[in-house]
């Protein structure tokens, strides 16, 4: 069979499983007592997909993040936000002689969650209860001479999981686990355990140099055991990044490589332009993508208002 591909909405590799899990390499400290804080995130995507002489190109683009940050009492602070978690969109079209098959998936599941830090001196802690929900479609179409076939699948999703960590000084863990999914298909329904991770850090500044390790490690359920680990050193408002991370599932691989830039707008906002490279690979699949990620950070100093 001759696989070709056409991506319209995102990853080919996103009809794997859950789909691509967008939640990786999270900073869940902030290290700022006083301070407030709005973030909005955008991170559209162009992908080129090649498998032996074929190649496809897209664009797509993930919906708006939102994490919002408010200090609460002596060190409490407290924080809402929404992320997509999984997308499960994807385009795929193969042909067989006379049959062709064409397949679309579209959606993806959803993150709302609420997060509690408490900065205790040299520490902080943190504690995140999520709840996880959305809708995917999925459309299989087969045609042969003049006549074609269509079935349609709706899935529902709903779940929660749970997240906590402690950092000290300049190294930091933590720990998500209790997860569960919900998935109803056509009034079936199938409940998945969803990956713990176990996560290490370690983030030191030397003079104007930030350094960072993120090393996680995924496990548990049916899904296989991976680890993944991020490097990064900023220099002022400029930065450079390395990531690998395999997914949790059927042996995809992927590399990352990231720039950063940081523009200071007065003293209340910050605009971080990270624009990064990346490969995907899976047998001998390969997507090579670019993302440039923007990011608007509003913040307000309480403890330098002035009454």
């Not at 032996?52 to 993040?65: A, C, K, V, Y």
């Not at 960072?212 to 496990?219: D, M, P, T, Y």
């Not at 055991?225 to 930065?239: E, Y």
């Not at 624009?275 to 997507?287: D, H, I, N, T, V």
Request: charged share 20%; proline share 2%.
């Amino acid at each position: 069979m001759i696989l070709f591909i056409i991506l319209v909405n995102a990853s080919v590799f996103s009809i794997e499983g859950l789909g691509e899990d967008q939640a990786i390499f999270r900073n869940f400290y902030y290290g700022d007592i006083n301070i407030a804080r709005i973030e909005f995130s955008l991170r559209p995507e162009f992908n080129i997909l090649n498998k032996g002489s074929d190649f496809r190109g897209i664009f797509w683009t993930n919906p708006f993040l939102l994490n919002m940050k408010i200090p609460v009492y002596k060190g409490l602070s407290l924080s809402l936000g929404s992320i997509e978690r999984y997308n499960q969109s994807f385009d795929i079209y193969g042909q067989r002689g006379s049959l062709g098959m064409y397949i679309q998936g579209r959606g993806g599941i959803e993150e709302l969650y609420f997060q509690l830090n408490q900065h205790l001196h040299s520490a902080e802690l943190f504690f995140r209860g999520s709840y996880l929900y959305g809708s995917s479609r999925e459309i299989w179409e087969y045609t042969i001479g003049n006549y074609s076939i269509a079935d349609t699948f709706l899935y529902k999703n709903n779940g929660r999981i749970f997240c906590g960590g402690l950092k000290l000084f300049f190294l930091s863990c933590y720990y998500e686990g209790l997860g569960t999914l919900n998935m109803d298909k056509d009034g079936s329904d199938t409940t998945y355990e969803l990956p713990q991770v176990l996560g290490f850090g370690f983030g030191h500044n030397f003079n104007s140099l930030s350094f960072n390790l993120a090393i996680e490690h995924s496990f548990g359920g049916n899904w296989d055991r991976v680890t993944r680990a991020k490097l990064s050193v900023v220099q002022d408002r400029l930065g450079l990044s390395y990531s690998y991370n395999p997914w949790h599932y059927d042996g995809i691989k992927e590399h990352n490589l990231s720039f950063i830039l940081k523009i200071q707008l007065s003293n209340m906002a910050t605009i971080s332009f990270n624009p990064y490279l990346g490969l995907r690979m899976k047998g001998s699949l390969r997507e090579f993508f670019f993302v440039p990620e923007f990011e608007l950070i509003l913040e307000e100093v309480f403890a330098r208002r002035k009454k």
